[in-house]
């Protein structure tokens, strides 16, 4: 089973090629609170506070509270800036986290499992560190035909196929529960290339108007996240969020 585009750069290099595009990215970019993405009332009615959780590659895009959550970026321009705000945040690969087994109640893993070489292994850990009955929130692009230069130069490895998207995560021990259509990518190709020029040749420029002009436009008019019971009808979706359960009941 490999639901992968057929990218042939090594994880070092993946790691690298992500490093290369999000350090100088979170360098120049400001956090913007998780309670301003329409994910937060879903993430309201997902945490207990009694309960701890981790979330990995926030990046400065976090999902879940700042407070009372762990966790883990490659990053360390966005661990600083994590950290100045009093989150709990360590630098780490979600391939190798730092934490025992069964530890959190709530896993969120938005945006990074396509960004890996080895998918098993951090599907493995993301598994391994979740509580039985724990929450797992996960979103990941689709369609390997959908291939373009933008998944190259924010450092994909693949695009998913639906169905085996499914098949892989119940082979870590996750039902998918919720699906919903997902991501804040502009759908016009021409601005993509736009902004990927200036992101290369004009970043200071670009991540001006990307802070200041794009991301305030894009919070203010996205759509509520429109939730349907397992995986929805994934034709016309390029990106998709899960909502998924690990496998066995919480003590």
């Known amino acids: 089973m490999n639901p992968s585009h057929s990218n042939n750069r090594t994880d070092p290099e993946l790691l690298e090629a992500n490093r290369r595009f999000y350090d100088p990215l979170w360098t120049d ?15 309201c009615s997902l945490v207990s506070p009694s309960r701890p959780r981790l979330e990995v590659a926030p990046g400065l895009r976090p999902r879940l509270p700042l407070k009372e ?3 883990v970026d490659i990053s360390a321009p966005a ?5 100045a ?18 530890a959190f109640d709530f896993v969120c893993a938005l945006d990074i499992v396509e960004h ?4 098993d292994g951090a599907l493995s850990e ?30 994909h490895r693949r695009r998913y196929e639906p169905e085996l998207l499914l098949a892989k995560l119940k082979e870590h021990g996750f039902t998918v529960e919720q699906s919903a259509i997902y991501g804040m990518k502009p759908k016009s190709s021409r601005l993509l290339d736009l902004g990927m020029w200036f992101l290369t040749h004009r970043r200071k420029k670009a991540m001006w108007w990307y802070s200041y002009v794009f991301m ?18 994934t034709g016309m979706v390029s990106e998709v969020l899960l909502v998924c359960r690990k496998d066995g009941k919480r003590e």
């Open 126 to 155: 993301l598994s391994r560190v979740a509580a039985p009955g724990a929450a797992f929130l996960l979103s990941v692009p689709l369609h390997p035909s959908q291939w373009s230069a933008f998944d190259d130069f924010v450092g």
């Open 85 to 102: 705000r009093g989150a709990n945040a360590v630098l780490g690969l979600v391939s190798s986290l730092p934490f025992a087994d069964g």
């Open 116 to 119: 890996v070489d080895n998918e």
């Open 79 to 83: 661990i600083a800036k994590l950290r």
């Open 69 to 71: 959550t762990y966790f």
């Open 216 to 233: 305030p436009l894009g919070l203010r008019f996205q759509k509520k996240l429109a939730l349907f019971p397992h995986m929805i009808d």
């Open 29 to 43: 970019a400001h956090l913007v609170e998780p309670e301003r993405f329409n994910t937060w009332p879903l993430v």
